[in-house]
């Protein structure tokens, strides 16, 4: 992997609509805040079903198909660093608005959806520990502090975003620490981290257990959304994203390892609160109450940075013509997308009315694995188009790789599935239409 610049090169972006204040380690915490969500806190119950003790196997596996997406996302953004995304890349390799729009369509429909649900999540069980209020009002007023944060300016929320990603990893830091503790006083069984369930073949259960674990990683890409907001995009974007995500994949591994010393595959496999439970095993004197709380800050900090990407794949899809101009409006002092920013805060809100979004959020996670594959082709379609700044540049064989990995998963998932994927597609197709009718009576 290369970076790609002629010797007079400027460094991308040097303008833009949007303030560039988002430095190298705020990225970095940007991305590691994202990837490392509430979903790890629940994660190796699940996975405990598939491989046994074995769980670091199918978090390191995961971790290589997402740098697969990852280089190519690394390239597409140092190389048209603007906001949009995976939309602005698709329209810049296929030419076809219809898929630029489809594709952007696919990513705020993961956006706000997430957003809804884990602001349910932090109005539930999580919130009702410390006060007891009605979720669906509390979820709303929650949307709504996060839409004033997010509107405030990019800083302030990636500054936010700081101080919770560092919460949110302690919370796994305490797991490693505390079984290390119980492994020092002779306890605990080690031999478990090799031991796979009676019967079970081990290619097969890693690769089960990967297809779990890969949506442990998905969050990477909203960073894409705020490339025209990042300084020195160039050389900053590469390290942040793979820096995150590595690090990401090794606290994953050793959490994993852990939980397996700590309780055996059926007591995880029993447990709502897998992690909660290995603290408790390890003998080591944390309150309860700490792992709520920290978990709340883990949900949160998943809204406020889902937000973030959402208005500004907003924006930058409205800025391109793929939604109302409306939407491309932003705030003169603070330079956000305010319109962006209410628009999908709306949205988000009416979703959480529905309450239940566990069949939707796994179709979402089945759009974003189109996004990939449609970012993935877009980096071999654009190897032919040069742009006069320094840029990385990614391996030609791991793109390729990185659809495969994408057709891979998809495979996996039910028929269920499939028909909300293609129902919601249907309704980005007629949302579609006006905007394009629109564009043609005004060109």
Known sequence: MTSEAPANAVEAGSTGKLARRITGPLLFLFILGDVLGAGIYALMGVLAKDVGGVLWAPLVAALLLALLTAGSYAELVTKYPRAGGAAVFAERAFGKPWVSFLVGFCMLAAGVTSAAGLSLAFAGDYLSTFVDVPPVPAAIVFLALVACLNARGISESLKSNVVMTVIELSGLLIVIVVVAIMVGGGRGDVSRIGQFPEGATPALAILGGAIVAYYSFVGFETSANVAEEIRNPSKVYPRALFGALITAGVVYALVGIASAIALSPDELA??????????????????????????????????????????????????????????????????????????????????????????????????????????????????????????????????????????????????????????????????????????????
């Open 270 to 443: 029993e447990s709502s609160g897998p992690l909660l439970a290995v603290v408790g095993a390890s003998g080591v004197a944390v309150p309860d109450w700490l792992f709520s709380a920290i978990a709340l800050v883990a949900v949160a900090n998943g809204a406020l940075l889902t937000m973030i990407m959402s208005s500004r794949l907003t924006y930058g899809m409205a800025d391109n013509g793929l939604l109302p101009a409306v939407l491309s409006r932003i705030l003169p002092q603070r330079r956000t997308p305010w319109v962006a920013i209410v628009a999908t805060t709306v949205v988000a809100m009416l979703l959480t009315l529905i309450g239940d979004l566990s069949t939707l959020a796994e179709t979402v996670v089945l759009l974003l694995l189109f996004v990939f594959i449609s970012t993935n082709v877009a980096v071999l379609v654009l190897r032919r188009d040069h742009v006069d700044h320094p840029h990385f540049r990614v391996w030609t064989v791991v793109p390729v790789l990185g659809v495969a990995s994408c057709i891979l998963l998809l495979t996996q998932q039910s028929a269920k599935v499939w028909l909300f994927a293609a129902i919601l597609l249907a309704v980005g197709a007629v949302l579609y239409l006006p905007v394009r009718a629109d564009a043609r009576r005004t060109s």
